[in-house]
């Protein structure tokens, strides 16, 4: 052979061999990928059977004496504080604010800690303890917080620098986190480009689109091909019946954009003498918020405690009337219990709050058909909480296994997204994102975590 030949065999040879450990390292990082949604999968559900568990020992718990909440609501949610600040920090409040934070903030020492697994399981173990004593929470946001977690573990086990990279594995995560939480594929899509994501080049992302799709087969596998409400066979026909949709988008948007200025102002500081209370005594100001819920609790007959998954559903599917007032005692008793700083999501409370004012508008709307008002009314108040039209409208119309009501719903849910967007201009999430952010950035970074994300990026 002569030597041109046989050096240009070799060069050949050499790229083959580079072209296979190129495609090796591609495949094994994309089963990597699909194992952290698999694994998203698998904890969302046994997270919602843990929480199911958990409001109904509370149920129990309430059927047996209504006045036990007096005491365990305090005592419950101090504690929860007081683990919170102590062992979990990073744990509080609903998790789709921190999500969003740790896909803008630079400090990746700081997204290490706040995703950690460690912290992750605080907010399981934290929000399934908030459920079991009865405050007015969801386990929907914490689910995305918690998908972003083991993503990011998944990157930093890859050894993965690139900063684009990273923040797509988080934002695959939560997306992740809504689809298995829901059972709700194409919401976790349109949640991940709507609400978590500020970039082209990640809302295509691939790796968002298999989680997404893995995390929920995952779910369906485990727990079957259900619906969140159930299905619902209604339809709003163009004529009279959009009158629903208008009175929805009016009493829903306020309410939504209400509720979300109020939680905005909060998060810069509850004004005067409550504020300096809740300021220096996190946990005896979390222990009051307690005796307020079971007070609420007591006026309701037990209508506001836990996620409202229960009084939803009943509401929706026309077996249960509630006055105007549960809805009422229900806001309130969200407010509370975010205020108090335990872990726990929003998105549960918002929907249930949501079905009681389309269960109290359908009764004067007697031409309409009564479950499409009360979805119209759902779609409405949380549209116009998280501001995001889109994620409202797909999350809802797949939760109740309805194409019918599809324009109904859009139509609605962007009216009350106006709405609130008058009443409070700051979307809530980013508002408390930002508020976040600016928390973490000034927390004091270790000289450990300083080393491993060093180390890291030189890899």
Same mark, same amino acid.
């Given at each position: 052979?002569?030597?041109?030949?046989?050096?240009?065999?070799?060069?050949?040879?050499?790229?083959?061999?580079?072209?296979?450990?190129?495609?090796?390292?591609?495949?094994?990082?994309?089963?990597?990928?699909?194992?952290?949604?698999?694994?998203?999968?698998?904890?969302?559900?046994?997270?919602?059977?843990?929480?199911?568990?958990?409001?109904?020992?509370?149920?129990?718990?309430?059927?047996?004496?209504?006045?036990?909440?007096?005491?365990?609501?305090?005592?419950?949610?101090?504690?929860?504080?007081?683990?919170?600040?102590?062992?979990?920090?990073?744990?509080?409040?609903?998790?789709?604010?921190?999500?969003?934070?740790?896909?803008?903030?630079?400090?990746?020492?700081?997204?290490?800690?706040?995703?950690?697994?460690?912290?992750?399981?605080?907010?399981?173990?934290?929000?399934?303890?908030?459920?079991?004593?009865?405050?007015?929470?969801?386990?929907?946001?914490?689910?995305?917080?918690?998908?972003?977690?083991?993503?990011?573990?998944?990157?930093?086990?890859?050894?993965?620098?690139?900063?684009?990279?990273?923040?797509?594995?988080?934002?695959?995560?939560?997306?992740?986190?809504?689809?298995?939480?829901?059972?709700?594929?194409?919401?976790?899509?349109?949640?991940?480009?709507?609400?978590?994501?500020?970039?082209?080049?990640?809302?295509?992302?691939?790796?968002?689109?298999?989680?997404?799709?893995?995390?929920?087969?995952?779910?369906?596998?485990?727990?079957?091909?259900?619906?969140?409400?159930?299905?619902?066979?209604?339809?709003?026909?163009?004529?009279?019946?959009?009158?629903?949709?208008?009175?929805?988008?009016? +009493? =829903?948007?306020?309410? !939504? &954009?209400?509720?979300?200025?109020? *939680?905005?102002?909060?998060?810069? @500081?509850?004004?005067? %003498? #409550?504020?300096?209370?809740?300021?220096?005594?996190?946990?005896?100001?979390?222990?009051?918020?307690?005796?307020?819920?079971?007070?609420?609790?007591?006026?309701?007959?037990?209508?506001?405690?836990?996620?409202?998954?229960?009084?939803?559903?009943?509401?929706?599917?026309?077996?249960?009337?509630?006055?105007?007032?549960?809805?009422?005692?229900?806001?309130?008793?969200?407010?509370?219990?975010?205020?108090?700083?335990?872990?726990?999501?929003?998105?549960?409370?918002?929907?249930? +709050? =949501?079905?009681?004012? !389309? &269960?109290?508008?359908?009764?004067? *709307?007697?031409?309409?058909?009564? @479950?499409?008002?009360? %979805? #119209?009314?759902?779609?409405?108040?949380?549209?116009?909480?998280?501001?995001?039209?889109?994620?409202?409208?797909?999350?809802?119309?797949?939760?109740?296994?309805?194409?019918?009501?599809?324009?109904?719903?859009?139509?609605?849910?962007?009216?009350?997204?106006?709405?609130?967007?008058?009443?409070?201009?700051?979307?809530?999430?980013?508002?408390?994102?930002?508020?976040?952010?600016?928390?973490?950035?000034?927390?004091?970074?270790?000289?450990?975590?300083?080393?491993?994300?060093? +180390?890291?990026?030189?890899?």
């Amino acid at each position: 052979m002569r030597p041109g030949t046989a050096l240009l065999h070799q060069h050949r040879l050499d790229h083959l061999r580079r072209s296979a450990w190129v495609t090796t390292t591609q495949w094994r990082r994309a089963l990597t990928w699909w194992l952290g949604a698999v694994l998203v999968g698998v904890v969302a559900v046994s997270f919602a059977a843990l929480s199911d568990k958990a409001g109904l020992l509370c149920a129990r718990m309430v059927h047996w004496n209504p006045c036990v909440m007096l005491a365990v609501l305090p005592a419950g949610l101090a504690l929860s504080t007081w683990l919170t600040r102590r062992f979990f920090k990073g744990a509080q409040g609903s998790g789709i604010p921190q999500t969003i934070a740790m896909l803008h903030i630079d400090n990746f020492a700081a997204v290490d800690r706040v995703l950690a697994l460690k912290t992750a399981i605080g907010k399981i173990i934290l929000t399934i303890f908030g459920l079991l004593c009865g405050a007015s929470i969801g386990r929907e946001g914490p689910t995305v917080q918690i998908g972003a977690s083991i993503m990011h573990a998944f990157s930093r086990l890859l050894g993965i620098s690139n900063v684009t990279m990273k923040r797509g594995a988080i934002l695959a995560g939560g997306a992740a986190g809504v689809s298995a939480a829901f059972n709700t594929p194409l919401a976790g899509i349109v949640f991940a480009i709507e609400e978590l994501s500020h970039s082209f080049e990640q809302r295509t992302s691939g790796t968002m689109l298999a989680g997404v799709v893995l995390s929920g087969v995952t779910a369906i596998a485990l727990v079957g091909n259900y619906t969140y409400f159930g299905h619902t066979d209604v339809d709003v026909p163009i004529g009279t019946a959009w009158i629903a949709v208008l009175a929805c988008a009016i +009493i =829903g948007g306020v309410a !939504g &954009g209400s509720f979300s200025a109020i *939680l905005v102002r909060a998060s810069r @500081g509850i004004p005067g %003498l #409550l504020g300096r209370f809740a300021m220096r005594r996190p946990v005896a100001f979390a222990a009051s918020c307690g005796l307020v819920l079971a007070l609420i609790g007591l006026a309701s007959h037990g209508a506001t405690y836990g996620t409202g998954y229960g009084q939803a559903r009943a509401i929706i599917d026309g077996t249960e009337h509630y006055p105007a007032s549960f809805f009422l005692y229900k806001f309130a008793a969200t407010i509370v219990s975010y205020l108090s700083g335990i872990p726990g999501g929003l998105f549960a409370p918002s929907l249930s +709050i =949501g079905a009681g004012i !389309g &269960g109290w508008i359908q009764q004067f *709307l007697p031409h309409s058909t009564p @479950g499409a008002v009360v %979805l #119209l009314g759902t779609v409405a108040y949380f549209s116009a909480v998280v501001q995001a039209p889109l994620t409202a409208t797909v999350i809802v119309m797949e939760m109740c296994d309805n194409q019918q009501v599809t324009l109904a719903l859009m139509a609605t849910s962007f009216l009350a997204f106006g709405i609130s967007r008058s009443i409070c201009p700051r979307p809530l999430y980013t508002a408390l994102a930002e508020r976040f952010m600016e928390a973490v950035e000034r927390a004091p970074v270790t000289r450990r975590e300083e080393l491993r994300t060093e +180390i890291e990026e030189r890899r």
